[in-house]
């Protein structure tokens, strides 16, 4: 289990960087993450979320350039589990309070380690993940012991494109993020 993160930004942004380069899997969080964590209630029951569409376009490309995608939530909701169909994310385990072993199943799918895993989270039901992860991974407004955690912390708050955020940070690091955008002008013509 690694350490509770303290000290110097600079030397966990580098620390960051070096890791993010091992990426082969990124998994995020939804409610607090993919979502701004607000569920909406009707007489019927839960209604509806709200997902950014940064966000999606985001895990689009970033899929394109051959990083996988899981998604791990804690509720189980129809909503997410259509928006995660229609981005094309294959690896989607609803339902996990306890999103170690989700994780491990994803792993172990596409023969990865856990050094080779980004996590997002936010609050204290991705501590344990975020313990295990090479990249562990906070959202603006995450609970603190989440960004003590994080070797890399976003500027956006969770719903607002902080998934985006965290896959471009990931292509950056990987030398992918030109080929991702250009990717997008190249079909426009």
Not at 9 to 28: E, S
Not at 45 to 50: L, M, R, T
Not at 67 to 78: E, Q
Not at 168 to 177: E, P, S
Request: charge should be positive.
């Amino acid at each position: 289990m690694r350490p509770v993160l303290h000290g110097n930004p600079a030397i966990r942004r580098a620390r960051a960087l070096g890791a993010a380069r091992h990426v082969r899997l990124l998994v995020l969080d939804v409610d607090g993450v993919l979502t701004d964590g607000r569920l909406l209630y009707e007489e019927a029951g839960p209604v509806g979320k709200a997902f950014h569409a940064q966000d999606g376009l985001g895990m689009k490309a970033a899929q394109a350039q051959g990083l996988h995608i899981a998604v791990i939530s804690g509720l189980d909701s129809p909503v997410v589990a259509r928006r995660v169909h229609e981005l094309g994310v294959e690896e989607y385990y609803p339902g996990h309070r306890h999103k170690v072993e989700a994780l491990q199943l994803a792993l172990d799918r596409y023969g990865l380690d856990w050094p080779q895993a980004a996590y997002l989270g936010d609050d204290w039901v991705d501590l344990a993940v975020m313990q295990r992860v090479g990249l562990p991974m906070a959202v603006a407004d995450a609970q603190p012991e989440c960004l003590r955690q994080a070797l890399w912390i976003g500027r956006r708050p969770g719903g607002r494109g902080a998934a985006r955020e965290a896959i471009r940070f990931i292509l950056q690091a990987q030398g992918r993020l030109d080929k991702a955008v250009a990717s997008f002008i190249h079909k426009e013509r």
